[in-house]
C-alpha cells in the first residue's frame, strides 16, 4: 500500500482528469458484476473496489460520495477553445456539501483573479419541493470572511447566475462577486475563505408589501445558513499588469493612469491625480462616453448635479486583435474616492465570457490607445 501510495501520488492528474478517471471506476465495477461469477467475483469485487477507493481518495482528497460532484464553473462557462482551454486549468476542485432537512448545498469548484471570485454551486431540494424554471433564485446573505486578510470581508445578498435546472430537485449556478486585495502585490492562493450562505429565495413579488420574498414552499429553508470553513482559494492568477503612469484627461482637467490589470475574467483601471478630487460634481471631458447610460441628464455632464457615474468618463474598449471591440460594460466592483488627498478612481470592467488575453490588441481609456505588445515582450 506504502509503495502504491508513494508512485501513484507522483502522477499528475488535472480536476477533469480526476473526475473521468473516478467515473471509469466505478463503470468498471459494475460491469464486472456481470462478467465474472459470485464465486470468482466475490474476491476480484473486493479487491477492485479497495484499488478504486484508494485512487479516488488519493486523487481527490475526500471520500467518494454515491453521487458524483459537477464541477459547474467548467460546465458553464463560455469563451473561445483556446481561452476555455487556457482558463479550465485555473479553476480548483472544492467539493464541500452541507445538509439540512433533506437539503444540500454544495460548493464544487472555484477561480478568479484579484478582483473577481466565481464560486460553482449545486442545490438539493426535497423530493416535494420542485424547482421552476420560470423563478429567480438567490441568497439574501452572502457573508465571506478571509483568514489572512488579504482580501476584504464583506457582507452582500447575491443572485445565482448561469442558474440552470438540471432536474426538479437539482440546481446549479454560479456565485460571482467581486473582492478587493488589500496588498496589490499579495499572494491570492495564501487565503483561507470562510463562506456563509442564508436566506435562499425565489423572490415572488408580493405587491401588498412591495417586497419580493420566498415562496412559502421556501420559508422555512429561507430561514438556514449554510456555513462552509477553509475553502482555499487554489487557483492562479494569471492578470497582466501594466503601469502606464501616463498623463490622460478626465472631467477637462489632467489625472495620470497608474496600472491597467488584465485578466480572462475583467479589466481594472486605476487613475489618480488631482482630476479626481471632487470629481463627482466637475463637467465631463467627453460627454459622448455616456450615451448608452439613461440615468444621466445634461446637468450632470455639466457639473451642475452630482455624477454617480463617473466610471462611464474613462470611455474604458478593450479591443482584440481581429479589431473586435470585447464588452467591459458591466462596471460592478468599481470603486472611487473624491475627498482631496485621498482620492481615486478605479474602474473594474467585467467581460461577458472568458478571454485570451494573448488575443487583445489594445486598450483604450480616455481616448488614448495601450497596446499590450508595448508592454508586454
Request: aromatic share 8%; with cysteine.
Amino acid at each position: 500500500m506504502n509503495d502504491f501510495e508513494k508512485y501513484f501520488n507522483n502522477i499528475k492528474f488535472d480536476e477533469n482528469e480526476k473526475k473521468l478517471l473516478t467515473e471509469k471506476l466505478i463503470e468498471n465495477i459494475e460491469n464486472n458484476k456481470t462478467k465474472n461469477s459470485k464465486k470468482v467475483f466475490k474476491v476480484k469485487k473486493i479487491k477492485f473496489i479497495a484499488i478504486a477507493s484508494i485512487m479516488i481518495v488519493l486523487l481527490t482528497g475526500i471520500s467518494y460520495a454515491s453521487e458524483l460532484i459537477r464541477n459547474v464553473i467548467k460546465e458553464n462557462i463560455n469563451g473561445s477553445e483556446t481561452a476555455l482551454s487556457k482558463f479550465s486549468k485555473n479553476i480548483s476542485y472544492v467539493g464541500i456539501t452541507k445538509k439540512s432537512d433533506d437539503w444540500s448545498i454544495t460548493i464544487t469548484d472555484i477561480t478568479g483573479d484579484k478582483s473577481n471570485l466565481l464560486l460553482g454551486i449545486e442545490i438539493k431540494s426535497p423530493k416535494n419541493i420542485k424547482f421552476n424554471n420560470e423563478r429567480e433564485y438567490s441568497f439574501e446573505d452572502l457573508d465571506v470572511k478571509f483568514k489572512n486578510n488579504i482580501i476584504e470581508s464583506y457582507s452582500l445578498g447575491h443572485a445565482i447566475t448561469n442558474l440552470k435546472i438540471i432536474d426538479e430537485n437539482t440546481l446549479t449556478g454560479i456565485l460571482d462577486f467581486n473582492i478587493f486585495t488589500n496588498d496589490k502585490n499579495s499572494n491570492i492562493k495564501d487565503e483561507i475563505m470562510n463562506i456563509n450562505l442564508s436566506g435562499f429565495t425565489d423572490n415572488i413579488f408580493n405587491s401588498e408589501k412591495q417586497i419580493f420574498e420566498p415562496s412559502e414552499e421556501l420559508k422555512k429553508v429561507n430561514k438556514k445558513s449554510w456555513k462552509f470553513k477553509n475553502i482555499k482559494l487554489d487557483y492562479d492568477d494569471t492578470s497582466i499588469i501594466i503601469n502606464p503612469n501616463d498623463e490622460v484627461e478626465i472631467f477637462k482637467e489632467k489625472a495620470i493612469l497608474k496600472s491597467i490589470k488584465i485578466s480572462p475574467l475583467s479589466i481594472e483601471v486605476k487613475i489618480e491625480g488631482e482630476a479626481t478630487e471632487n470629481h463627482h460634481r466637475k463637467p465631463s471631458s467627453r460627454p459622448e462616453a455616456y450615451k448608452d447610460n439613461p440615468f444621466i441628464n445634461e446637468n450632470m455632464l455639466k457639473g451642475l448635479e452630482r455624477n454617480d457615474f463617473c466610471e462611464d468618463e474613462l470611455n474604458l474598449k478593450m479591443i482584440d486583435k481581429n479589431g473586435i471591440s470585447i464588452d467591459v460594460s458591466d462596471n460592478s466592483g468599481s470603486s472611487c474616492e473624491d475627498k482631496p488627498g485621498f482620492s481615486y478612481m478605479k474602474i473594474i470592467g467585467n467581460t461577458e465570457e472568458v478571454i485570451d488575453i494573448s488575443n487583445i490588441d489594445y486598450i483604450e481609456i480616455c481616448g488614448k490607445k495601450y497596446y499590450l505588445s508595448d508592454y508586454i515582450k
